[in-house]
């Protein structure tokens, strides 16, 4: 019976990987899992033998925290490896950590695949020589990578983005965002919501001292208790907690929205929301990353249309007052809001067709030598295994 190991570093990778997982068990239903992952992945069927919360951390300095924690997880995915011996490791995201978890099973003779690799095209291009030394194969997700690949002499697959499958916008379009509603999302790293919660309060009380009719409710990441956030929410401000469970239906009714940095953001796109981008690290993870990356923007949706399409307030821009003022220039002009959504559209089609998850198990299962149960294939699924050229 032919096992795989899927490592996912964060929650946003778990969720990703979940979509995987449940592609690969459609087309090979012996498949075994066993990995490292959060509750998406456990829902899919992976024996999570190590917890992604262990290692949610953000940050240059914040990571340096970590190190001891990390390397006592290395030492345990080395021991199951040697222990399981799968025929395949995917990787999902998460370079830093991953990046060793790749050392580990080249070392022991095990192929290794990225699923969702690293954003080497913003900074520390120079890993791309340990991509194509360690990684027998990448499936890409974001419309420009192949290109940039391509300039190392990487193939890569482009399997459009697994969000699309998990945003169901045929079906989200039907419902018309709640007047007034902002919705809040401080992500799912402890320190990030530390840092971005009371601003956010912050802002609200801004908008609600200027008589705006307004009303707020934060959709929490699945790790991220109610309690904790209330304890950095003003409390004479009233708010919603939405269930993560809801979390589409939750973003769609809300007119706008303040997100954490991160692949909420893209979520928040597909949702056809506008989204204030803000982010905050400490000084020192700040000053490391202008210096390296070679960006111009750090939100997904804007890069993938090469424009801000969502404004971006970050380090000592993501003040309360110009997120208010950002939140106020929208709610006080419908028309700019109507106008976005022209953009967005514009994003879903770069985004690719709906059945990335499968193409990638597709190729994947190809790359492995295993072969697709006939059985278990919807004619959707299969269309979804052929090779697809997009533009």
């Known amino acids: 019976m032919p096992k795989i190991w899927i490592n996912a570093g964060e929650l946003s990778g778990d969720i990703q990987g979940a979509a995987l997982l449940q592609a690969l068990q459609i087309l090979h239903p012996d498949l075994q899992a066993f990995g490292m992952g959060g509750p998406n992945l456990a829902r899919a069927g992976q024996k999570n033998l190590l917890r992604v919360e262990e290692l949610s951390v953000m940050g240059i300095a914040e990571v340096l925290t970590a190190i001891p924690r990390a390397v006592r997880m290395l030492g345990r995915i080395k021991e199951e490896l ?8 995917v990787l999902v995201d998460a370079p830093e950590f991953n990046f060793r978890v790749a050392k580990i099973a ?3 003779g095990i192929p290794t695949y990225y ?4 954003k080497v095209w913003a900074w520390r291009t120079g890993r791309v020589e340990f991509l194509k030394r360690h990684i027998r194969r990448m499936f890409c997700i974001l419309p420009f990578e192949p290109n940039f690949y391509a300039q190392f002499g990487i193939d890569v697959d482009y399997v459009g983005n697994p969000l699309v499958d998990l945003v169901d916008w045929p079906h989200l379009k039907q419902f018309a965002p709640l007047s007034g509603c902002i919705g809040l999302m401080p992500g799912s790293r402890r320190k990030e919501v530390e840092n971005l919660m009371p601003a956010f309060g912050e802002t609200a009380r801004i908008l609600l001292n200027q008589g705006r009719n307004v009303t707020f409710r934060c959709l929490r990441a699945p790790n991220m208790s109610e309690a904790r956030l209330r304890e950095l929410w003003p409390s004479d401000i009233p708010i919603l907690f939405t269930d993560p469970d809801r979390r589409y239906l939750s973003m769609r009714a809300c007119e706008c929205i303040l997100a954490a940095s991160g692949t909420a953001v893209l979520e928040t796109a597909l949702v056809g929301v506008p989204t204030i981008v803000a982010y905050r690290v400490s000084e020192f993870s700040a000053l490391v990353a202008r210096r390296l990356i070679k960006i111009n923007w750090v939100s997904l949706p804007n890069l993938i249309m ?5 404004p971006e307030l970050l380090q000592e821009a993501a003040t309360p ?8 220039l929208w709610l006080d002009n419908p028309d700019s809001l109507k106008e976005l959504q022209t953009d967005l559209e514009e994003l879903r089609n770069r985004c690719g067709k709906p059945g990335s998850a499968h193409r990638a198990a597709c190729k994947l299962l190809d790359a492995m ?4 149960s006939e ?4 004619t959707e699924n299969k269309a979804s295994c052929q090779e697809r050229e997009w533009k």
Do not use: H, K
């Open 115 to 118: 699923f969702i690799p690293p």
């Open 369 to 372: 030598g295993l072969p697709v």
């Open 106 to 108: 080249y070392a022991l």
């Open 321 to 328: 007052d110009r997120m208010a003022a950002q939140l106020a």
């Open 82 to 89: 040697e222990r399981l011996r799968p025929d395949a490791v």
């Open 375 to 378: 059985a278990t294939q919807s």
């Open 306 to 310: 090469n424009r801000e399409i969502f």
